[in-house]
């Protein structure tokens, strides 16, 4: 059996648990969800076992999935971070920039699209995006070949094949083995039973009196209008502005998928999960770590870039 870890919990300074993410122990058969979340809908074609969940575990925090070594999906979406980064944009192989700020993968089972431009609708597609990004984790501009690469370079790693094995029903593995089990994993990153679920769930006692007025204000003000739900997201795209105010944006967004007008300048609404860990926010990470959540709540009732806003439902 591969050893897991049954429950991480990451402390700030002051004491505080910040972040809780349930993994399984080998011999359980279901995933038990934290307080305040609803079940995870399992892809048909991808059900959850703890065996794959734990396959896809290891998948996650090998580097030599990338060309050179170097990168593993752990490496842009990282624990400390809420599964996220905390630069604006994360080096790929051989130091190469991305183009997007690495979004939080907590509670990422829940998304009906992936990446910020949601060009991805599941999870495993979502992971077959970085193995063949050459500025992610391989040297290949060919997004096919790299994924073969990478597929090649598993096959060749002799201890996995027992775990393949065991999860598929073969050793030798193919790319689609590797992006479900590595989906599977991430599905089980989940964050919930905070004190707000807890008073959502009738503990009055669970939220102060000030983060009470705050919910309120929350509310009134429109936050919850796309930061909604068990997770605080609606699930859309929405152009709040955010690059959009130069002669020609080099980033649209939305529109690059789907060529509508509607979508220009739209990106994935995030979730607010953890949203203390997943600063720099917005897709291009505009929002350094140095600037509070205060500030940047403000920005949005008070300046010009709201002209832009464009809210729509997925």
């Given at each position: ?11 700030v300074l002051a004491g505080v648990v910040i972040l809780s993410v349930l993994y399984l122990e080998g011999q359980e058969a279901e995933l038990k969800v934290p307080a305040g979340l609803p079940s995870i809908p399992w892809p048909e074609d991808n059900l959850y076992t703890p065996q794959k969940a734990d396959l896809g575990r290891l998948l996650f925090f090998d580097k030599r999935l990338s060309t050179d ?246």
């Open positions: 059996m591969i050893p897991s870890i049954r429950l991480i919990k990451l402390v070594g170097s990168v593993s999906c752990a490496s842009c979406h990282r624990i400390p971070c809420a599964f996220g980064d905390s630069t604006p944009v994360s080096d790929g192989i051989h130091g190469r920039p991305g183009n997007r700020n690495s979004p939080t993968l907590v509670n990422t089972a829940y998304s009906k699209f992936q990446f910020w431009d949601g060009r991805a609708k599941t999870l495993e597609d979502q992971v077959k995006g970085p193995l063949g990004n050459h500025s992610e984790m391989t040297e290949e501009d060919n997004p096919q070949k790299a994924l073969e690469l990478c597929t090649e370079k598993v096959r060749q790693i002799s201890e996995y094949k027992p775990l393949f094995k065991a999860v598929f029903g073969h050793e030798d593995c193919t790319i689609d083995d590797i992006a479900k089990a590595i989906a599977t994993f991430e599905r089980t990153i989940l964050s919930g039973n905070s004190p707000f679920d807890r008073y959502q769930l009738g503990d009055k006692t669970a939220l102060s009196s000030e983060q009470i007025k705050g919910y309120e204000t929350f509310k009134r003000v429109g936050c919850i209008n796309c930061h909604s739900g068990p997770n605080f997201t609606n699930g859309g795209f929405a152009n709040i502005g955010i690059g959009m105010n130069q002669p020609h944006p080099e980033d649209t967004g939305r529109f690059e998928i789907t060529g509508q007008m509607k979508d220009w300048g739209s990106f994935k609404i995030p979730t607010l999960r953890e949203v203390t860990l997943t600063r720099p926010y917005m897709h291009d990470g505009v929002y350094m770590m140095g600037l509070t959540l205060q500030k940047q709540a403000f920005s949005y009732t008070e300046t010009s870039e709201l002209s832009f806003v464009n809210i729509r439902f997925a």
